[in-house]
Antibody, heavy 125, light 110 residues
Framework: QVQLQESGPGLVKPSETLSLTCTVSGGSISGSSHYSWGWIRQPPGKGLEWIGS???????YYNPSLKSRVTISVDTSKSQFSLKLSSVTAADTAVYYC????????????????WGQGTLVTVSS | QSALTQPPSVSGSPGQSVTISCTGTSSDVGGYNRVSWYQQPPGTAPKLMIYDVSSRPSGVPDRFSGSKSGNTASLAISGLQAEDEADYYC??????????FGGGTKLTVL
């Protein structure tokens, strides 16, 4: 059974960089070429927003609206992947989820089958 | 990229059927059979209910079904139960090689 767990600071100051890590257990990030690993966020009371995803090779895919501020990386030796979001504002306050999804023909597909429990990150001074 | 369009809310009585729509464009929903649906009860992570328009993951009741016509995908729930009350989200692959979510629909079981 694959499990994902987000970790990182719950409070970030405006203009600083938000950093989160997702640890994968019960399966290897590099164990299958059929999956990519993504970050999704959900502002309080609002809908889901895909932030971006990373393949085990390190290839990344980003939401165009966040691309200039986002970096997603993978560390297969630690079975972890990470999110960095720079120049944060209050609008970046959200529950951040990491999740696994299918990858086919160099395409990250929208079927996220395993999710972390989510971690609330608040942007405030 | 704008979110896929879903109705803000739908409702139904126990035992009835409801349908939730998800409208996009030919660059996402209409262009690929890569539409998924998620169920999210309050305070929990989303759960995958449908993928590839109409496929159900193991363990998802067959009361849940998906379909697509043109640029609009739909999630149908039959035999409505109290436990089905949740927020529902669609998502689609896009021609830009990205993933796009819908704005979400709150299902109320009356």
């Amino acid at each position: 059974q694959v499990q994902l767990q987000e970790s990182g600071p719950g409070l970030v100051k405006p203009s600083e960089t938000l950093s989160l890590t997702c640890t994968v257990s019960g399966g290897s990030i590099s164990g299958s070429s059929h999956y990519s690993w993504g970050w999704i966020r959900q502002p309080p009371g609002k809908g889901l927003e895909w932030i971006g995803s990373v393949y085990y090779s390190g290839r990344t895919y980003y939401n165009p609206s966040l691309k200039s501020r986002v970096t997603i990386s993978v560390d297969t030796s630690k079975s972890q992947f990470s999110l960095k979001l720079s120049s944060v504002t209050a609008a970046d306050t959200a529950v951040y989820y990491c999740a696994r999804h299918d990858y086919n023909n160099q395409r990250p597909l929208p079927n996220f089958d395993y999710w972390g429990q989510g971690t609330l990150v608040t942007v405030s001074s | 990229q704008s979110a896929l369009t879903q109705p803000p809310s739908v409702s139904g009585s126990p035992g009835q059927s409801v349908t939730i729509s998800c409208t996009g464009t030919s660059s996402d929903v209409g262009g690929y059979n890569r539409v998924s649906w998620y169920q999210q009860p309050p305070g929990t992570a989303p759960k995958l209910m449908i993928y590839d328009v109409s496929s159900r993951p193991s363990g998802v009741p067959d009361r849940f079904s998906g379909s697509k016509s043109g640029n609009t995908a739909s999630l149908a729930i039959s035999g409505l139960q109290a436990e089905d009350e949740a927020d529902y989200y669609c998502s689609s692959y896009t021609s830009s090689g990205t993933v796009l979510f819908g704005g979400g629909t709150k299902l109320t079981v009356l």
